[in-house]
């Protein structure tokens, strides 16, 4: 199986097909679909996807639609909640999602938590799975995250009547490794100056990822790098170089109207962005151990609590304290060349906007220039945050 898509007998590859797997994502899991393969959507980065790759079973990220009104949603979840979680529950009710046979989801937030429940009682689907995902990176809450997962794995196996041997897992453990070890790899084709590859092709790539077998994702990624190595038609320089850092980004509009500007956006911070794939799982001699220790601990996500780090003398401090939080966000800066970061969150976004306040403290000390945005997840709010982009642009340009 090649996995590569023809449309009225045209075979795309690399960033073409990129683009119309993102712009049409369902069409691959349809094909799958009718081939006898079984997809279990998923929300955010919890679900342990390594899982359902050992089982045969084809992950697909769910996510909103910024160009759909809202309009089912609202009879179930408070208009008052994050907009990102209200469209992907709008369009599921709506049957875009309707080639599901499972849903995984895991405790990223609250309105999240909630989000699940409320799906499992209106769209009805043959498996359904909810794994209570701890917030801390104590020896504790990774032991009770393997647990949950071992939990996972029993529900799993009576779904598909098959045994996720420790064997399995691993292949399948190594299969997602090399799909964020390629990750890294596109990334660093924004590295140059002017980059090689535009902000909003990454995220059309990334969402084509999600909206793939990790198989065939990996062979898109390497298609992906070869052709933007190759071309010459990339990016023109510009005066700013930023890092978009926050909530879930899972269109192309929002980096759109950013390089629209006397900018290139060549780092992030996010999901569907670079969150999920910039750290390995161990092999572990117990996977669910490595898997634990990696989804709690090597992911860094303001849902995660990390204890307050101290300073020197063992006491509690804020600037060490940010310096633990942040740390690596200076390692991006520096490696990808950044001059500015824009911090932005959806509407009603906890998760991210508390962690809001110290991380502008942290990038002013570090002699990082930041604004913040706010936004609600819908293409009108976009022009409003185009003259506030531009006015930061002209303060670091
Ligand atoms: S964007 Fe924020 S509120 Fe919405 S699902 Fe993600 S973490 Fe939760």
């Not at 009104?69 to 709506?94: E, H, W, Y």
Request: hydrophobic residues 40%; proline residues 5%.
């Amino acid at each position: 199986m090649t996995g590569n898509i023809r449309v009225a007998g045209e075979q795309k590859q690399g960033l073409a097909r990129a683009g119309q797997i993102y712009h049409d994502r369902d069409i691959r899991m349809r094909q799958l679909k009718a081939e006898g393969r079984k997809v279990l959507g998923y929300l955010d980065i919890y679900p342990v996807l390594e899982m359902l790759t050992a089982l045969d079973l084809v992950p697909f990220g769910i996510l909103g639609d910024i160009k759909e009104p809202i309009s089912r949603a609202d009879a179930c979840l408070p208009t008052i909640v994050c907009p990102f979680l209200r469209s992907a529950l709008d369009l599921g009710l709506k049957g875009r999602y309707d080639f599901l046979d499972g849903l995984v989801a895991a405790h990223t937030c609250e309105v999240g938590e909630k989000w699940a429940h409320i799906w499992r009682i209106y769209i009805d689907l043959p498996y359904i799975h909810y794994i209570d995902t701890p917030h801390t990176t104590h020896q504790s809450a990774r032991e009770h995250l393997a647990v949950l997962l071992s939990d996972f794995q029993g529900t799993l196996e009576s779904f598909t009547g098959a045994k996720l041997t420790p064997e399995r897992l691993r292949r399948a453990i190594r299969m997602h490794n090399e799909q964020r070890a390629l990750v890294r790899g596109l990334y660093d084709l924004r590295k140059p100056d002017p980059p090689l590859i535009a902000g909003t092709e990454v995220v059309q790539v990334l969402v084509a990822l999600i909206s793939l077998p990790v198989e065939e994702g990996n062979e898109l990624l390497r298609q992906v790098i070869d052709e933007v190595k190759q071309r010459h038609d990339g990016p023109k320089k510009k005066p700013a170089r930023l890092l978009l850092w926050g909530s879930v980004v899972d269109s192309t509009d929002l980096i759109a109207m950013i390089e629209d500007l006397e900018a290139n956006v060549v780092m992030d911070d996010t999901f569907v962005g670079s969150r999920a794939y910039f750290s390995d799982v161990k092999l572990t001699d117990d996977p669910l151990e490595g898997l634990a220790e990696h989804y709690l601990v090597d992911i860094r996500n303001p849902r995660t609590f990390r204890e307050t780090a101290l300073d020197e003398a063992n006491r509690k401090d804020y600037w060490a304290d940010l310096e633990s939080r942040h740390g690596y966000l200076k390692d991006y800066a520096r490696e990808w060349n950044v001059n500015g970061v824009i911090l932005q969150t959806l509407r009603y976004c906890d998760i991210q906007g508390y962690e809001v306040p110290g991380l502008k403290d942290y990038l002013e000390h570090i002699g990082l220039p930041c604004t913040y945005l706010e936004w609600n997840y819908s293409q009108a709010a976009l022009s409003p945050l185009r003259t506030r982009v531009q006015a930061f642009l002209e303060v670091i340009g």
